[in-house]
């Protein structure tokens, strides 16, 4: 069945990188997302990429996808403590409804 | 623009009572819509979605059900609630039909204390 996957944690430096993963398992998916949740708030969408895309960048993020291995990472460079919350990924098979979410990864910025 | 609230922001039921989440949307039209439940340390589940006014289409079979009684409305409900039913709710929106540009929209959320 559909599945996508993230860890759980991820705890970065201010002024460093971060990079954030995911797996997913529906070679059907067509649309990847990535989400920012800030604490007690919704979901904010925060870019996404087609699966005929290979990397999307925008401003400070940098989305990366592996087809092959179903893999899409979100880089966010020069990480702020602003950046601090948890971060989805979702996917979607074309031209359905049903977009299907990850667990969610906690990022920790320390000043 | 549009904007989609949620009400109320928080509340404590005790097992058995029932339930009422509302959700609207404002600044746009035909709309569809969606109801999320995010429990603790798990990602979003999709409950319902809908396409238009009384259309409602369930992807979990549970004690919860759902209504669209006017375009902009998305209502979350139940008639006795479980301790399982905790959790933070998310509606959403998006516009046309699924593809590219149909990016969902979540509103605040309405936290769920189920004692």
């Known amino acids: 069945g559909e599945d996508v996957e993230q860890s759980l944690f991820l705890s970065v430096r201010e002024g460093d990188s971060s990079v954030i993963n995911c797996t997913y398992t529906d070679s059907s998916s067509t649309y990847l997302y990535w989400y920012k949740q800030e604490p007690g708030a919704g979901l904010q969408l925060l870019t996404y990429i087609f699966s005929n895309m290979d990397m999307k960048q925008d401003q400070r993020l940098t989305v990366l996808l592996n087809k092959k291995d179903k893999h899409l990472s979100l880089r966010i460079a020069d990480t702020q403590t602003g950046d601090s919350a948890i971060y989805f990924c979702a996917e979607k098979e074309t031209g359905g409804f049903k977009t299907i979410f990850g667990a969610g990864t906690r990022l920790f910025v320390k000043a | 623009s549009q904007t989609i609230h949620q009400w109320p922001a928080t509340l404590v039921q005790p097992v058995g009572s029932p339930l009422s989440l509302e959700c609207t949307v404002e600044?746009?039209?035909?709309?569809?819509l969606y109801w999320y439940r995010q429990a603790a340390g798990r990602g979003l589940q999709l409950l319902f979605y809908s396409v238009g006014i009384g259309q409602i289409s369930s992807e979990v079979p549970q004690n919860l059900s759902a209504s669209r009684p006017q375009d902009r409305q998305f209502i979350l409900s139940s008639k006795k609630l479980l301790l399982s039913d905790s959790g933070f709710y998310l509606c959403?929106?998006?516009?046309?039909?699924?593809?590219?540009?149909?990016?969902?929209?979540f509103g605040p959320g309405t936290r769920l204390l189920v004692l």
């Open positions: 600044g746009t039209s035909n709309p569809n």
């Open positions: 959403a929106w998006s516009r046309g039909r699924p593809g590219p540009q149909e990016t969902q929209y």
